[in-house]
C-alpha cells in the first residue's frame, strides 16, 4: 500500500495510549482529571460496542488544552467498547500525515482522529473540538477578557502580561473550559458517532 500514509508497519511504531500518557511532561495532572472524571453513557458504549473493529490514530502533542481533554475521553470509549484499536503519534514528528487532514485545508488543528477499517482504508477524521464548542468558547472567551481591561486584547501573546494578571486570566480561562467539558464530550462522541454513520457491522 505505498499510496497509504497510514500503513500496519507505521501503525504498530505509534504510542499506545499508556506509553504516551508516559512520555507526557506538559498538562500530565489535568489529564489524569479528565480520565477520572470523564462520564459516557452507556448507550453510547453499546452503540460502539456494535460496530466493526477499526483502528484509530491520534496526532497530538502534550502542550495541547484540546488534546488533553478529548485523548482520554476517546481512549476510555476504545476501552470500554472493544472495538477501536487507539494509537497515538505526534503532530510535528508526522507532518505528511497532519497535512493530509488540515482543519479548513490550512490549519494543523490537534488533535486529529483518523479512523481507519480493517483494511485500512480511512473512514474520516475528526479535528480538534466539536463545532458547537468552538462557537460557545470563542464566546465566552471574548467574554473573559472583555471582563478585565487588563487582559489585553484576546488577539495578543499572554505571556506578556504581568505575573498576577496571567495567572487570573488562565484560572478564568481554564474555569471556562471545564465548566463546558461535560458538553463539549458529549458533543464529541455525537460528532464521531455521525462520522462512522455509514460503517455497519
Known amino acids: 500500500m505505498p499510496d497509504r500514509l497510514m500503513t500496519p508497519e507505521r501503525f504498530a511504531k505509534a504510542l499506545t495510549y499508556e506509553e504516551y500518557k ?29 460496530l466493526p473493529p477499526m483502528r484509530a490514530v491520534v496526532l497530538t502533542e502534550d502542550w495541547c488544552s484540546d488534546a488533553v481533554a478529548a485523548l482520554p475521553l476517546l481512549a476510555e470509549l476504545a476501552k ?19 497535512d493530509a487532514h488540515l482543519k479548513r485545508g490550512q490549519f494543523r488543528a490537534i ?6 477499517d480493517s483494511e485500512w482504508n480511512e473512514i474520516g477524521a475528526w479535528l480538534e473540538k466539536p463545532t458547537l464548542i468552538e462557537e460557545l468558547r470563542a464566546r465566552l472567551r471574548a467574554e473573559i477578557y472583555a471582563s ?5 486584547s484576546p488577539e495578543a501573546a499572554s505571556t506578556q502580561l504581568p505575573d498576577d494578571v496571567r495567572e487570573r486570566l488562565w484560572a478564568a480561562l ?3 473550559r471545564d465548566d463546558t ?6 458533543e464529541m462522541i455525537s460528532e464521531i458517532k455521525e462520522l462512522l454513520s455509514g460503517v455497519t457491522a
Open 111 to 116: 488533535p486529529t482522529v483518523i479512523l481507519y
Open 80 to 98: 470500554r467498547s472493544g472495538t477501536i484499536d487507539l494509537r497515538v503519534l505526534y503532530r510535528d514528528q508526522n507532518l505528511d500525515l497532519m
Open 148 to 152: 478585565d481591561p487588563a487582559y489585553g
Open 174 to 176: 481554564w474555569k471556562m
Open 181 to 186: 467539558t461535560p458538553l463539549c464530550n458529549s
Open 22 to 50: 508516559a512520555a507526557m511532561t506538559r498538562n500530565r495532572d489535568r489529564f489524569e482529571e479528565n480520565e477520572r472524571t470523564n462520564v459516557i453513557a452507556a448507550a453510547d458504549v453499546a452503540h460502539f460496542a456494535a
